[in-house]
């Protein structure tokens, strides 16, 4: 079963805060909610590129998520807080 595309991913404009589209970005629904494995969905309490309603339905979709929110934080947050998002990852591994 082939999955359709959706709409192109949106990202918001930093100085305005107008969404702007993603040529060629495109997220597959029908596949979101298949995974087999537990699921971290990590994002930076800052993110201003990806909205935070967005990433709670996707964490709704995935059965066995876990959505971690990390303070002090933007898009890259693995970058900006490395020690909480390795710390969080290890204890999300078990």
Same mark, same amino acid.
């Given at each position: 079963?082939?999955?359709?595309?959706?709409?192109?991913?949106?990202?918001?404009?930093?100085?305005?805060?107008?969404?702007?589209?993603?040529?060629?970005?495109?997220?597959?629904?029908?596949?979101?909610?298949?995974?087999?494995?537990?699921?971290?969905?990590?994002?930076?309490?800052?993110?201003? %590129? #990806?909205?935070? @309603? $967005?990433?709670?339905?996707?964490a709704?979709?995935? !059965?066995?998520?876990? /959505? %971690? #929110?990390?303070? @002090? $934080?933007?898009?890259?947050?693995?970058?900006?807080? !490395?020690?909480?998002? /390795?710390?969080?990852l290890? @204890?999300?591994?078990?």
């Amino acid at each position: 079963m082939s999955p359709r595309a959706a709409a192109p991913a949106r990202q918001f404009d930093h100085q305005s805060g107008q969404p702007v589209e993603i040529e060629g970005a495109r997220i597959y629904h029908e596949i979101v909610g298949q995974e087999s494995c537990k699921v971290l969905i990590a994002r930076g309490e800052d993110d201003h %590129l #990806t909205p935070s @309603d $967005a990433v709670r339905r996707l964490a709704r979709r995935i !059965p066995d998520s876990r /959505l %971690l #929110t990390i303070p @002090d $934080a933007g898009h890259v947050a693995f970058q900006d807080q !490395p020690e909480l998002f /390795l710390r969080s990852l290890l @204890d999300f591994l078990g």
